[in-house]
């Protein structure tokens, strides 16, 4: 199970820092991902963490802004997002697959619930 939090309200320009916490014992054998979907559009990549926290990777929207971590010691992925958009505003998922690191939604295996950012202008 994953329970995403630190979503809000914030300007642009502005950061915030999401946090994913995963229950069970074998969270560092996951890659883990996070996705976002604004509202009427389809759910996209945003960055992904291999399971020793090595490897990122990031969409070329977010890269620069965006930085992806994880402790596997606490169970949890964050998302440090900084000089942030209008157009960042999004419901944002952590997601956990087995296997190498993906972009892809379809890839992976457990969804969080979600946690809404608005970014005001």
């Known amino acids: 199970q994953l329970q995403a939090s630190g979503g809000g309200l914030v300007q642009a320009g502005g950061s915030l820092r999401l946090s994913c916490v995963a229950s069970g014992r074998t969270f560092s054998r996951y890659v883990m991902g996070w996705f976002r979907q604004a509202s009427g559009k389809e759910r996209e990549f945003v960055a992904v963490?291999?399971?020793?926290?090595?490897?990122?990777y990031y969409a070329d929207s977010v890269l620069g802004r965006f930085t992806i971590s994880r402790d596997n010691a606490k169970n949890t992925v964050y998302l440090q997002m900084n000089s942030l958009k209008p157009e960042d505003t999004a419901v944002y998922y952590c997601?956990?697959?087995?296997?190498?690191?993906?972009?892809?939604?379809?890839?992976?295996?457990?969804w969080g619930q979600g946690t809404q950012v608005t970014v005001s202008s």
């Open positions: 963490i291999s399971w020793s926290g090595s490897t990122t």
């Open positions: 997601a956990a697959r087995s296997g190498g690191s993906s972009t892809y939604v379809r890839e992976y295996d457990y």
